[in-house]
């Protein structure tokens, strides 16, 4: 088979990609909200905000989106949802199986590929290798990120000096998992405490962290396992109805707070 690719010269590739980064880039300076966190809860938030029109970027310190999504757990590619949850997934078109009586088991690569391309298709804008490095706080509000790309943090300390850039918005959401990085960011300045994750007990876990997803400082909503570490909920292992559920939550609550 013969093929004729169309004829560009090498710059022409590399400026496709800086003017179209740097035009998108210029547009979400401010955005309504800013999701830090492509794990389920932060591309589940940044979906279904995005859907609803409001104008989202999620920032991801990864090269990849998905965070713990990829592998269900124990380094096997099979997840689980528990009812009501696997609503979320058959929206998105994943096959599932129950298991057993309101459990549900999905391929994991399956189930986290087709959130990706939905939060992409919902018109959610996303950046990769960018990390969140603190907050924007003016008059008691949360009201934007400091970032770097990724890779900065990675270089020895003499040839790291690289100030951040800020990027601001109406609401931050806090989706950064177990670690709930934005959040530490407050605490560090006193402005709010963290509990600490719990120990594992799944029965418990699901239904507290969706009911926890909340405001929790001015500006700055927490979800998925970043509320398990604010209010020292129990942990929940490889399952995931909570995560999908609680960025559906967190992202309800920020389209309220806007006024959509
Ligand atoms: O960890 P992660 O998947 O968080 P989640 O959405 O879901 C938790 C579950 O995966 C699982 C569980 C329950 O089922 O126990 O662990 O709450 O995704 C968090 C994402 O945030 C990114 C990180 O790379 C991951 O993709 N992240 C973390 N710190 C930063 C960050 C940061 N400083 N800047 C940008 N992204």
């Known amino acids: 088979m013969n093929i004729s ?10 400026g496709a990609i800086v003017a179209e980064f740097a035009k998108e880039f210029e547009r979400y300076l401010e955005s309504e909200v800013i999701v830090v966190g492509g794990g389920p809860s932060g591309l589940m938030a940044a979906k ?5 029109g409001v104008k989202v970027l999620l920032i991801e310190k990864n090269n990849y989106l998905g965070g713990g999504f ?19 997934l058959e929206e998105l078109g994943v096959p599932l199986r129950e298991y057993t009586d309101g459990l549900f088991v999905a ?10 391309a939905a939060t992409c298709d919902s018109g959610a804008r996303i950046l990769n290798m960018v990390m969140l490095e603190d907050v924007v706080v003016h008059d008691d509000a949360v009201c934007g990120v400091v970032v770097n790309w990724t890779a900065v943090s990675t270089l020895p300390q ?6 951040p850039v800020s990027l601001e918005s109406h ?4 989706a950064t998992g177990h670690e ?19 120990a594992m007990w799944v029965d418990k ?28 909920l129990p942990r929940m292992g490889p399952t995931f109805g909570a995560m999908l559920l609680s960025g559906r939550r967190a992202a309800e609550i920020a389209i309220d707070k806007l006024g959509h």
């Open 5 to 14: 690719f169309a004829s560009v010269s090498e710059n022409q590739i590399t």
């Open 205 to 232: 876990s699901e239904d507290l962290v969706v009911t926890r997803t909340s405001e929790l400082y001015p500006g700055l909503i927490v979800t998925g396992m970043a509320v398990s570490t604010a209010f020292g």
């Open 48 to 52: 279904e905000l995005a859907s609803s």
């Open 70 to 88: 990829w592998l269900g757990g124990f380094l096997m590619n099979k997840l689980t949802v528990r009812a009501p949850a696997q609503e979320c």
């Open 107 to 116: 391929d994991a690569a399956h189930a986290c590929s087709k959130l990706i």
């Open 180 to 198: 709930a990085v934005v959040l530490k960011k407050l605490e560090a300045r006193k402005l709010l405490e963290t509990k600490g994750e719990g």
């Open 158 to 163: 003499p040839v790291a000096c690289v100030d």
């Open 171 to 174: 609401l931050v959401i806090d």
